[in-house]
């Protein structure tokens, strides 16, 4: 099945700076992949996602871009704000024969420093 | 819109007791998910359902986990009996298309904790 490996595990950051998480996955037939925040006390709220055939995907503060080659994408955010904080889940989508299931990684915590 | 509903939020249980938690996706809304979230880890699918029907129960420790979705709208996960390594938060998601797991919108989980 697919294997997704999330980096950094924690992240720290001063208001107003940028910050970047970088997910890798095994799965070459992987074609879509989502980007989800969970606050403390919720569940994971989707943020952003972008399909196989796009390259990068940007949304106000936050983007998302894919290497399908290298089989790797990362969420860029920029002007980081003490909202931001949170745990950021990447995930991948993995086609099992006719079943497709998604598969998350461990997750960032993320924490911007006001 | 009203977003994915789940209840309990927090459940503390003995080992070898049973517990259930409830589900009621956003309407209209064909597949429904349950997920376990460990602690420090990402959510891990136990099921999967489309309408009323199972797509996918691979993952699912079935000897001791059940779950139905009665009607195609909400779903309940049983587990029977508990076990220390249960202790997990319970999410239930669901999407629109039925056509794979895209855009999955999760509510708020069930904080289960077993002694």
């Known amino acids: 099945g697919e294997n997704v490996e999330q980096h950094p595990s924690t992240l720290s950051v001063q208001e107003g700076d940028s910050a970047v998480i970088k997910c890798t996955y095994s799965d070459s037939a992987s074609n879509y992949f989502p980007w989800y925040k969970q606050e403390l006390g919720k569940g994971p709220q989707l943020i952003i996602d972008?399909?196989?055939?796009?390259g990068e995907k940007k949304d106000q503060r936050i983007a998302v871009t894919l290497n399908k080659t290298a089989k790797h994408f990362s969420l860029h955010i920029t002007e980081t704000q003490p909202e931001d904080s949170a745990v950021y889940f990447c995930?991948?989508?993995?086609?099992?024969?006719?079943?497709?299931?998604?598969?998350f990684g461990k997750g960032t915590l993320l924490t911007v420093n006001p | 819109e009203a977003g994915v509903a789940q209840s309990p939020r927090y459940k503390i249980i003995e080992k070898r007791q049973s517990v259930a938690f409830w589900c009621n996706p956003i309407?209209?809304?064909?597949?429904l998910y349950w997920y376990q979230q460990i602690l420090g880890q990402g959510p891990k699918l136990l099921i999967q359902f489309q309408n009323n029907g199972v797509v996918d129960d691979s993952q699912l420790p079935k000897d001791r986990f059940s779950a139905e979705r009665l009607k195609g709208v909400d779903s309940t996960l049983k587990i029977q009996p508990a076990k220390l390594e249960d202790s997990a938060v319970y999410l239930c998601?669901?999407?629109?298309?039925?056509?794979?797991?895209?855009?999955?919108?999760f509510g708020p989980g069930t904080r289960l904790t077993v002694t």
């Open positions: 998601a669901s999407s629109l298309t039925d056509r794979g797991p895209y855009e999955q919108y």
């Open positions: 972008i399909r196989s055939n796009v």
């Open positions: 995930a991948a989508i993995w086609s099992g024969g006719s079943n497709y299931k998604l598969t």
């Open positions: 309407s209209g809304h064909a597949t």
